[in-house]
């Protein structure tokens, strides 16, 4: 009887526990009923960060990774993942996504030679040159750095402390 009754709950009473624990056991409908109740309050959180595809696919991802992990999160006293509540987890799966997405943006960003079609020479060599500091200007950094904290050992311990 206790079986039927948590089935006959409208979905919108049941809780997130309650939904993980039915999809475990195959309901497809709980499964949906989660993605319904998250959607676009993760693609609006995504949507911050990325372009409204990549958002899709980090949303994507999320929902991907919940199906994957819901055994992990299933309530089971002895499990050490049985505190977790199901909202910040989505929601942290798709904040460290977005990270991942960024990084991957800034490592592989792309020239296209159509938008260089127009462009100057000293702009299109520009478009190829490294961002980061040549190996004069770090050795050259390292060496301010090296005196500026020998200077600051020079002081006294009270002024020492407060730079």
Known sequence: ???NFSQQLPQRVMTDRMLVE????????AFET???RYQ?????FVCASLDSDEAEDVVQFVWF????????LQSDSSSPWSGISLKPWLFRVAWNRCLDERRRRKKYQHVFFSTLEDANETDISSAFL???PLPEERVE????????????QTLPPKARAIV
């Open 1 to 3: 009887m206790d079986t």
């Open 22 to 29: 039915q999809a475990c056991a195959g309901d497809e409908s």
């Open 34 to 36: 989660l993605v319904h």
């Open 40 to 44: 676009t309050q993760l693609y609006r």
């Open 65 to 72: 990774q919940l199906y994957r992990c819901l055994s992990i």
């Open 130 to 132: 490294d961002p980061a």
């Open 141 to 152: 950094r390292r060496e301010e750095q090296e005196c500026l904290y020998a200077a600051i």
